[in-house]
Nanobody, 120 residues
Framework: VQLQASGGGLVQTGESLRLSCKAS????????MGWFRQTPGNQREHVGS?????SYTNSTIGRFFISRENDKNTVYLQMNSLKPEDTAVYYC?????????????????WGQGTLVTVSS
């Protein structure tokens, strides 16, 4: 399976942005999908994940929402009220079957990342 993240860009503080993660090669409908972000010199941070029916997001962020459209083989990350500290490269990933949602090592396929820059 290939994952293609898109939708990043430069926005101002307080604005919203929606990232997309389009999968190809195989359906992701039965898989938990996750979003992560990373800034230079830091570890990749789990933003949240979505099962087939339920979205979970990092409570320390609180302004982001994950959704999916299985018929489009796509997962989304809606980011609201963006802050400069949200600036990062955002990645989508597929959780292997039986994996633990919060364990980064359990995500077996990753998109290439899309850069989000929030200006103050």
């Amino acid at each position: 399976v290939q994952l293609q993240a898109s939708g990043g860009g430069l926005v101002q503080t307080g604005e919203s942005l929606r990232l997309s993660c389009k999968a190809s090669g195989r359906s992701i409908s039965i898989y938990v999908m996750g979003w992560f972000r990373q800034t230079p010199g830091n570890q990749r941070e789990h933003v949240g994940s979505i099962t087939r029916t339920t979205s979970y997001t990092n409570s320390t962020i609180g302004r982001f929402f994950i959704s999916r459209e299985n018929d489009k083989n796509t997962v989304y990350l809606q980011m609201n009220s963006l802050k400069p500290e949200d600036t990062a490269v955002y990645y989508c990933a597929r959780l292997r079957l039986g994996g633990v949602m919060g364990q980064i090592r359990d995500y077996d396929y990753w998109g290439q990342g899309t850069l989000v820059t929030v200006s103050s």
